[in-house]
């Protein structure tokens, strides 16, 4: 049972271009909402995390839009680079989880030159 | 600060062996996460450690998976006797504290069962 539902699969965009990465979730109790960077061969790296009482949050090019009624979260990349292909992967979890993440199935975006 | 170590990177073994990998977190953290990822899936977590007492493992198939963390530091993840199913990608992960902290992964141990 996945608790945490990603799309696309896959994306490719040309550089410069902006990349959105959509997900949902079914557990109200999710409180915690990362996302993660994984370049092959590598591990997770996070990315960027924001929690429910805030709509957006933004670092640099990378930002999170949270719609709680909606039970949806995304991740746009603006201005998107070669250097950002990789797969990216949202997350949740709740505070009374010791900090345990489900894991969506992951976006594999790549940045045409 | 060193990131989280693992060993091996790379382990090929036939259905019905066993083996083992390895894990160093980073120095001071008191969590520890093994997941398993299967290509083209996101990371499922397997155990959790807190210091070296199990806070969750109901997700670990118990007949074939074992784990420990000795001393609170360094951990092991055996599987004996893999499947073919258990190819996969092992990422360990650590973390300061618990839902509140940051989880820092190590590269993983891309495990083939032939």
């Known amino acids: 049972q996945q608790q945490v539902k990603q799309s696309p699969q896959s994306l490719i965009v040309q550089k410069g271009g902006i990349s959105i990465i959509n997900c949902a979730y079914e557990?109200?109790?999710?409180?915690?909402f990362p996302w993660y960077q994984q370049f092959p061969g590598k591990g997770p790296a996070l990315l960027i995390a924001i929690r429910p009482d805030v709509s957006e949050k933004k670092e640099g090019r990378f930002t999170i839009s949270f719609n709680k009624s909606a039970k949806q979260f995304s991740l746009h990349i603006m201005d998107s680079q070669p250097g950002d292909s990789a797969t990216y992967f949202c997350?949740?979890?709740?505070?009374?989880?010791?900090?345990?993440?489900?894991f969506g199935a992951g976006t594999q975006v790549v940045v045409t030159p | 600060e060193a990131g989280v170590a693992q060993s091996p990177r790379y382990k090929i073994i036939e259905k019905r062996q066993s083996v083992a990998f390895w894990c160093n977190p980073i120095?001071?953290?008191?969590?520890l996460y093994w997941y398993q990822q299967i290509l083209g899936q996101g990371p499922k977590l397997l155990i959790q450690f807190q210091n070296n007492g199990v806070v969750d493992d109901s997700q670990l198939p118990k007949d074939r998976f074992s784990a420990e963390r000795l001393k609170g530091v360094d951990s092991t993840l055996k599987i004996q006797p893999a499947k073919l199913e258990d190819s996969a990608v092992y990422l360990c992960?650590?973390?300061?504290?618990?839902?509140?902290?940051?989880?820092?992964f190590g590269p993983g141990t891309r495990l083939t069962v032939t």
């Open positions: 120095s001071g953290h008191a969590t």
């Open positions: 557990n109200t109790a999710f409180d915690y």
């Open positions: 992960a650590s973390s300061f504290g618990t839902s509140l902290y940051e989880q820092y």
């Open positions: 997350a949740a979890s709740m505070g009374d989880s010791w900090g345990k993440l489900q």
